[in-house]
Nanobody, 124 residues
Framework: QVQLVESGGGLVQAGGSLRLSCAASGRTFSSYAMGWFRQAPGKEREFVAAINRSGGSTYYADSVKGRFTISRDNAKNTVYLRMNSLKPEDTAVYYC?????????????????WGQGTQVTVSK
């Protein structure tokens, strides 16, 4: 069992930056690949980024590539999402998730554990 708690969301102007954190409970954090997803009002949940167990491999949605950076610190049981050059269309609730699947995946169904989400609002 892994419990995930996101933090770091908030209100920011377009062009600004935020760093989201996701703290995981348990001693098996390094056994899971981690992902970030987001869901805007009236839209389906969409993949943002993923990172493998060691942190040596990452995968991004085209919409955030070059602006967002996913990283992890296994000693702190934490995964991060650094978001730069934010746009109003990045406004959403952001969720972190954990998957035992070894191959990086953008498929929500592959993720076993989910956090409660943190709101990110980007104003024009």
């Amino acid at each position: 069992q892994v419990q995930l708690v996101e933090s770091g969301g908030g209100l920011v102007q377009a062009g600004g930056s935020l760093r989201l954190s996701c703290a995981a409970s348990g001693r098996t954090f390094s056994s899971y690949a981690m992902g970030w997803f987001r869901q805007a009002p009236g839209k389906e949940r969409e993949f943002v980024a993923a990172i493998n167990r060691s942190g040596g491999s990452t995968y991004y949605a085209d919409s955030v590539k070059g602006r967002f950076t996913i990283s992890r610190d296994n000693a702190k049981n934490t995964v991060y999402l650094r978001m730069n050059s934010l746009k109003p269309e990045d406004t959403a609730v952001y969720y972190c998730a954990a998957t035992p699947v070894m191959v990086l995946t953008s498929t929500p169904d592959a993720y076993r554990y989910w956090g409660q989400g943190t709101q990110v609002t980007v104003s024009k």
